[in-house]
Each structure stands twice: as structure tokens, then as C-alpha cells.
């Protein structure tokens, strides 16, 4: 491809951007200088090799998916996948791709994320691992209280069977009234440590009415851009249940993670449809969330599907973490969630909220 005249060869040179045009056969055609100082090859290595030697092993798969569905005129918006450099780095690029069929070839530009990553995925797993740190002290302190409370009780009612007149010597009678107060004292501490624990866990946790359809569209307005460009059609239900007992920031977060993951694992070439529903159970309101997106084997991972860092598609930027969130916020407030899924015909997600938590 003669490149020469063209006109954009000034902008290929002052843009920080990662330019280039790619051939139909995987070569790089033209790149700028930017191209050259992130994958730290030559301009020769790299106009040389098939770009997939650059990528990195695990996002060859999903990006010979994308990639196919360029060359079918499908245009290719915020794709990101890792690269390796010269000096073995890996770093991560975010693609925006256009293809060219009068002249067999893709107009792509890239930025380097791979700060950004790196910031999400420590905010993720800080995020995680705190709620993992908070439910297991929570889970330690009413074992603790639980266990201990027992054998304090059966003490005290072992002390008030005993006849303190049939107890000879006033030392002993004064050892067994010391006993005894121990005992009473021990009792009402136990008491004020399992008062303080339910005081502890409960009140930072603000439930409310809320309203599923108000939350979700704030969901849908942080995340306008990916939505927008997923093309992603949505088939809202909120109308037998509008309204939850629950809490606002969970609501959001439940929403976003699994809007975001249906739109994240939609399968190339397929624009996202997503269907949310809620119903009066008369003691409970069902959500169910479901999407046609590539969906998972669910005999192989049910036991760990909402478990904390647990992946099960190994060629898309997966921590594991959304899931885990979803869970832990239904299930701490006294919900229940359960799913459905099999491969290639999406995902169904039923939730189950308390109509009331008092």
C-alpha cells in the first residue's frame, strides 16, 4: 500500500496517540513514532511481523474475534487487550478501529491505559478484600458470642441450683458468693457485647424506599458512553414492584456490575439485549436480570460463581470481583441471589429482597 501523498502524515507524527493502518492480512501498513517509543521495536521489526506476535498470548483469542468482525465492517469502539513490549512489559491499549474495504485495511487508533488498569485493579481488590476482612470479623464475632454464651449461661443455672446452706465454712460460703457474682457479672457483660455487635453492624447501613427504575437510570447515565456504544436495547419491567426496602448505594452497585458485565460479554458481532423485571412476592420482591450475552457452564461453576477473584472467561480483562459485590450486598441485607446460564445463551439472575427489615 503506497502511503506516500497522503495527507495525514503530519498528524500521524504530532498526535501522542498511537496511530496505524493495518492490512486485512495482520501487517502493520503504516505507524507513527508514537507506535515505535510504547512496543520499543523499530519501525522495520514491526512493519516485519504479524501484529499478533506483539499480542500478548491470552488476548489472542478475543482479538482475532473482534478483528473478524472489522473486516465484516463492523467498526470497533474502546476494545482493550494487552501487548508486549521489546523489553518484555506488558502494557494495555484501548482501541478505537474503522475498517477501509475499498482499500482492504483498518484505521485504528490506541491509547496506553495500563496506569489506569493498574489503579482499577488495586481500588477492586482493596474494595474486595476489605468486605471479605469485614464479613469475617462479623462472622468471628457472633461465632464468639455465640459460643461463649452457652456455657455462661449453664454456669449461672448450675450456680443457682446449689443450696448455699448446705455449704459449711464461712470461707467457703464467701468463695461460692464471689463465684456466683463472677458468674452474674460475666453474664450481663456477654449481654453488652452482643448489644454492641448488632449496634455495630447495623445502623451505618441506611434502608429506605427505593425506587428501581429512578436508580437504574442513574446507572445508565454514568455509564452513557459504554451503553452508547454497545448499541445495548433494554427491556424494563419495574411496574408490578417499582420500590425496594433497601439501600441506595448497593442498588446502584448491583445494577451497574451486572449491566456492565452483560455489555462486557456480549458476544462479537451481537448487540446486547438486557431484560429486567421485578414482582411482588407478597413477602419478598423478585428482580430478575437476564442478557444474551456468551454465558458460562454452570455445572462447572456454580460453586464458585460469586466467589471473591474466581474468573471463567480467561481471554477478557476478568478480576472476579463484581460478582463477589453483588452477592455480598444482597446477602447482607437478608436477600437471596441465584443464577442461571449455559454457553452462548446468556445469563439470568434472580433476586430476592425482603419487603421489610425491622
Known amino acids: 500500500m503506497n502511503t506516500s501523498g497522503f495527507n495525514y502524515e503530519r498528524y500521524f507524527e504530532l498526535t501522542p496517540d498511537l496511530v496505524c493502518i493495518a492490512g486485512y492480512d ?19 521489526e514491526l512493519y516485519a511481523s504479524p501484529i499478533f506476535n506483539f499480542i ?28 508486549i513490549t521489546k523489553s518484555g512489559k506488558i502494557i494495555w491499549l484501548a482501541w478505537t478501529s474503522i475498517p477501509s474495504d475499498e482499500d482492504q485495511t483498518i484505521f485504528a ?3 496506553e491505559i495500563t496506569y489506569k488498569k493498574r489503579l482499577e485493579s488495586e481500588r477492586n481488590n482493596q474494595l474486595a478484600e476489605l468486605s471479605k476482612s469485614n464479613k469475617n470479623f462479623e462472622q468471628i464475632n457472633y461465632k464468639t458470642s455465640h459460643d461463649l454464651r452457652a456455657p455462661v449461661n449453664n454456669l449461672n443455672s448450675i450456680l443457682e441450683m446449689i443450696d448455699l446452706d448446705k455449704i459449711e465454712g464461712n470461707k467457703n460460703k464467701k468463695l461460692f458468693n464471689l463465684a456466683k457474682k463472677g458468674a452474674e457479672q460475666l453474664k450481663e457483660k456477654m449481654k453488652l457485647y452482643i448489644n454492641s455487635l448488632i449496634e455495630t453492624n447495623s445502623p451505618n447501613i441506611k434502608i429506605e424506599a427505593i425506587s428501581f427504575e429512578k436508580t437504574f437510570e442513574l446507572v445508565l447515565e454514568s455509564i452513557h458512553n459504554l451503553v452508547s456504544k454497545s448499541r445495548a436495547k433494554f427491556l424494563i419491567d419495574f411496574k408490578h414492584a417499582p420500590v425496594v426496602d433497601f439501600n441506595e448505594e ?10 456492565t458485565n452483560s455489555i462486557k460479554y456480549t458476544a462479537p458481532g451481537i448487540k446486547p439485549v438486557i431484560k429486567i423485571k421485578s414482582r411482588d412476592l407478597i413477602s419478598k420482591i423478585e428482580l430478575t436480570y437476564e442478557d444474551n450475552g456468551i454465558g458460562f457452564d454452570i455445572e462447572k461453576v456454580k460453586d464458585r460463581i460469586f466467589g471473591l477473584h474466581q474468573t471463567f472467561h480467561h481471554n477478557e480483562d476478568s478480576k472476579g470481583i463484581g460478582l463477589y459485590l453483588v452477592h455480598t450486598h444482597v446477602t447482607s441485607l437478608g436477600g437471596n441471589i441465584s443464577v442461571e446460564s449455559e454457553v452462548d445463551k446468556g445469563t439470568k439472575f434472580t433476586i430476592t429482597f425482603n419487603k421489610t427489615l425491622s
Open 250 to 259: 448497593y442498588l446502584e452497585s448491583i445494577f451497574l456490575n451486572l449491566t
Open 109 to 111: 487508533i490506541a491509547k
Open 26 to 44: 495482520g501487517y502493520f501498513k503504516k505507524i507513527n513514532q508514537a507506535v515505535v517509543n510504547t512496543l520499543g521495536y523499530s519501525f522495520e
Open 56 to 83: 500478548h498470548p491470552e488476548d489472542e483469542r478475543v482479538t482475532s474475534i473482534h478483528r473478524q468482525e472489522l473486516i465484516k465492517s463492523n467498526r470497533l469502539h474502546n476494545f482493550e487487550n494487552r501487548y
